[in-house]
């Protein structure tokens, strides 16, 4: 079958920039909704995300989980294909686990050698479009 195509849209250093940028990308594209996992660094967004009227799905550490593990197998299976982006790149690249215990894992954000919120970003915006069966979708973390 066709590989899902993952592609990083716009990555920065912080979080000050992302809410405006994300409500952007809603009002141009009409990508619903937008997850997010509130417990991550992007979780100080949500509060300006819902008020710019930006539909937000919330994802808990057990789907972070699930969508890292998914998303690994399926990389190694070439069923997902990305978009050269070089933040993408080196978070894949030096990208480490967090064992959550019984043999289920997280991508590691102290252990990885690069910053790896693309990377997580990535997974959870595969994962979600592929539980909710739509269009397509965005995560931010």
Same mark, same amino acid.
């Given at each position: 079958g066709n590989a899902?195509?993952?592609e990083v849209i716009d990555h920065r250093d912080g979080v000050d920039w992302a809410a405006t940028r994300l409500a952007e990308i809603y009002?141009?594209?009409d990508v619903s909704p937008l997850a997010i996992d509130v417990r991550s660094p992007a979780g100080v967004l949500e509060a300006r995300l819902v008020a710019a009227g930006v539909p937000l799905r919330t994802v808990g550490l057990g789907e972070a989980a699930n969508a890292a593990q998914?998303? %690994?197998d399926r990389v190694h299976g070439e069923q997902i294909r990305h978009k050269r982006h070089p933040a993408l790149d080196l978070a894949v690249e030096g990208a480490?686990?967090?064992n959550l215990?019984?043999?289920g894992w997280s991508f590691s954000r102290q252990r990885s050698e690069h910053p790896v919120s693309p990377l997580i970003a990535a997974s959870i915006a595969w994962y979600t479009h592929d539980? %909710?069966?739509g269009d397509a979708n965005i995560a931010v973390y």
């Amino acid at each position: 079958g066709n590989a899902d195509f993952i592609e990083v849209i716009d990555h920065r250093d912080g979080v000050d920039w992302a809410a405006t940028r994300l409500a952007e990308i809603y009002e141009t594209w009409d990508v619903s909704p937008l997850a997010i996992d509130v417990r991550s660094p992007a979780g100080v967004l949500e509060a300006r995300l819902v008020a710019a009227g930006v539909p937000l799905r919330t994802v808990g550490l057990g789907e972070a989980a699930n969508a890292a593990q998914g998303f %690994a197998d399926r990389v190694h299976g070439e069923q997902i294909r990305h978009k050269r982006h070089p933040a993408l790149d080196l978070a894949v690249e030096g990208a480490r686990r967090r064992n959550l215990g019984d043999g289920g894992w997280s991508f590691s954000r102290q252990r990885s050698e690069h910053p790896v919120s693309p990377l997580i970003a990535a997974s959870i915006a595969w994962y979600t479009h592929d539980h %909710a069966h739509g269009d397509a979708n965005i995560a931010v973390y």
